[in-house]
């Protein structure tokens, strides 16, 4: 192996083994042809999208290594969301030759002596953009702009990168989540109109979840959607109650069931971190050294959380929060042992590597994608083959389409879209992206009036895995739920597969085995005069064919008309606003037989 003009390795075309962040000796496959496109046209910006965990820093330290050796660049400039990813990209480029100085500061006017250059955050860039053009225009620099997305954050912070590296010789932009939820244009990036006229980022190189998973580059992420009922009092002091992600409610509702749900007082949130615990311990079975972690709304709630789960595990969690000066060698303490536990506010939710998190609870009401892609993103990284990963979530509308549309590939777009299909139709699932995309002005001012949470009780939902829905629900520690928290933690994307269609199948079979005896029970009685329908019961089956439709369109693109109308082809019987409890069981079912393989 030959040596690099700084003493590191130079790192050959091959698929990798385990290593340390950005380190690894050797290419991934879709490493070097992500190369190979970039050196076949020496592009002065290149924007690589590559799904959270599949290596992003090994491509880009490559490409700095190489343009080193040929002399196209003599300095490079590494610009981070944050102070602790400075430090993580410092250290992966020391590891392959490349001297990098996170600590310089603005203030400084040089870094110090036997670096090749800086790695700044984006706030540094946009508060001294003439210091950093200087010092781009003072060399051949290559600028490596980790999660670009962040430079569209702020009219400033845009207009701060464009001055400052206006001059460089290379600038590398890189991503994981390339879309945002506004259409402030990212730097550097370019735009083009697709069929419809919108504007969208393009990039030059994409490596998506889907075939990163298909590669065996990512693990395969299970959701475990959480319900129950809420009961809180709001500002102008009524009593209110509904259960968790009920379809059939106002946002202002959801939102404040939601909030009910996380509120460390009630039954909600403990009982779910106890599954949660349930579930890392089967992991830890096969990945002894398998962490969690849980992303908290706000400091309160996160030590808090951290008390429950000391209750729960009698071993103290790993608190990281955003005003902790240690918080940065808490994570790289945490990331290097065997604890089970770290709680964290926001700061954990992108680009901070622990590869050994295979569960995680999502305890927070950010609901944007690009948020929810982020914190998910923490989970995904593959050591070796086999690992699964599991992430706890409550069971509500925003949340449920983004699970169910963790493959999607998206790019940033400057234009809005029409809120219809291709038919002309209402698109249930864009109107949820919408919504949670955009800052819904009513519910902050509901959520900073008072408000006070009763009580909530948890109930276990459902598991969304590759745009499929499994499981009937059940009480918590019911075998129902624990069928799913039992899943071994050592099993591929298509065994993950496999095995929840199979604990479908049995726990149908087990309701389907009890239902017959309370028909015999009603047997020989007197014929009873007919019952009167009850509404509730038909809206909780329109909301849960409902539910299963969207699950079922997620997976196989089938507009939801279509299925509709396929299931009253198949079974029979009126529109659903007018079937009866039969009707719409039996649609339940059929979907569930589709679900599970059978015609």
């Known amino acids: 192996m030959t040596e690099t003009l700084f003493g590191g390795p130079v790192l050959p075309p091959a698929y990798p083994e385990r290593a340390a962040w950005g380190t690894a000796p050797k290419l991934r496959a879709w490493q070097q042809e992500a190369l190979d496109s970039y050196f076949s046209s020496h592009p002065k910006d290149f924007l690589a999208v590559a799904t959270p965990g599949a290596g992003k820093t090994t491509f880009a330290l490559r490409v700095a290594s190489m343009l080193i050796e040929a002399g196209v660049v003599n300095r490079v400039t590494i610009v981070a969301p944050t102070d602790h990813l400075k430090r993580q990209w410092a250290d992966a480029a020391a590891k392959v030759g490349i001297a990098i100085d996170p600590n310089f500061k603005n203030a400084d006017g040089q870094h110090g002596r036997g670096f090749i250059g800086v790695a700044v955050t984006y706030a540094q860039v946009a508060s001294k953009p003439m210091l950093h053009r200087a010092?781009?225009?003072a060399a051949r620099t290559l600028v490596i702009l980790d999660e670009i997305h962040h430079g569209g954050e702020a009219l400033s912070w845009g207009d701060g990168l464009r001055e400052a590296f206006d001059p460089a010789a290379r600038r590398l932009s890189l991503t994981g989540?390339?879309?945002?939820?506004?259409?402030?244009?990212?730097?550097?990036v370019e735009y083009a109109e697709d069929r419809d006229g919108i504007r969208?980022?393009?990039?030059?190189?994409?490596?998506?979840?889907?075939?990163?998973?298909?590669?065996?580059?990512?693990?395969?992420?299970?959701?475990?959607?959480?319900?129950?009922?809420?009961?809180?009092?709001t500002s102008a002091g009524d009593e209110m109650a509904a259960s968790l992600g009920e379809a059939a409610v106002t946002k202002d509702i959801t939102s404040q069931a939601w909030r009910t749900a996380l509120n460390p007082a009630g039954e909600w949130i403990p009982a779910v971190l106890a599954g949660a615990d349930k579930r890392l311990s089967e992991v830890r079975r096969t990945v002894p050294d398998a962490g969690g972690l849980v992303i908290a709304t706000d400091h309160d709630d996160a030590r808090a959380y951290a008390g429950q789960l000391k209750k729960i595990t009698g071993e103290s969690p790993t608190v990281i929060l955003s005003d902790d000066a240690k918080a940065s060698s808490k994570i790289e303490e945490f990331s290097a042992g065997d604890k089970r536990w770290m709680v964290a506010v926001r700061m954990v939710s992108e680009g901070v590597d622990v590869p050994r998190l295979s569960v995680g609870v999502y305890a927070t009401s950010t609901s944007t994608p690009l948020f929810f892609a982020q914190a998910v993103g923490r989970f995904v990284r593959a050591r070796k083959r086999g690992e699964t990963a599991s992430v706890f979530l409550p069971s509500v509308p925003q949340l449920m389409a983004l699970a169910n549309s963790m493959e999607a590939e998206r790019d940033h777009a400057l234009d809005r879209p029409?809120?219809?299909?291709?038919?002309?139709?209402?698109?249930?699932e864009?109107?949820?992206?919408?919504?949670?995309?955009?800052?819904?002005?009513?519910?902050?001012?509901l959520?900073?009036?008072?408000?006070?949470?009763l009580d909530s009780q948890a109930s276990f939902d459902r598991v969304l895995f590759d745009g499929g829905e499994f499981g009937t629900g059940g009480e918590v520690g019911s075998e129902d739920e624990l069928d799913f928290l039992g899943i071994p933690g050592l099993l591929d994307a298509e065994q993950v597969g496999t095995l929840l269609r199979q604990r479908q199948h049995e726990q149908l079979n087990r309701k389907n085995k009890r239902a017959p005896q309370g028909d015999a029970s009603r047997a020989g009685t007197v014929e009873a005069a007919p019952a009167v329908p009850d509404h509730r019961m038909l809206m909780?089956?329109?909301?849960?064919l409902a539910k299963n439709v969207a699950a079922w369109s997620a997976r196989t693109g089938t507009p939801h008309g279509v299925i509709h109308t396929k299931l009253r082809t198949v079974c029979g019987g009126p529109a659903v606003a007018q079937a009866n409890e039969e009707q719409l069981q039996t649609r339940l079912r059929k979907l569930q037989d589709w679900f599970i393989g059978r015609k």
Do not use: C
């Open 135 to 137: 010092k781009t225009e």
């Open 177 to 188: 989540t390339p879309f945002r939820s506004d259409t402030s244009p990212i730097p550097f």
């Open 200 to 233: 969208r980022s393009k990039a030059d190189y994409t490596y998506g979840y889907g075939k990163a998973l298909r590669d065996h580059v990512v693990r395969p992420v299970m959701f475990m959607a959480y319900s129950g009922q809420m009961r809180w009092r």
């Open 418 to 428: 029409e809120k219809e299909d291709a038919d002309g139709l209402f698109n249930p």
């Open 430 to 445: 864009d109107s949820l992206m919408d919504e949670a995309n955009r800052e819904e002005k009513a519910s902050d001012t």
């Open 447 to 453: 959520m900073k009036g008072k408000f006070e949470a």
């Open 540 to 544: 909780d089956l329109r909301t849960e």
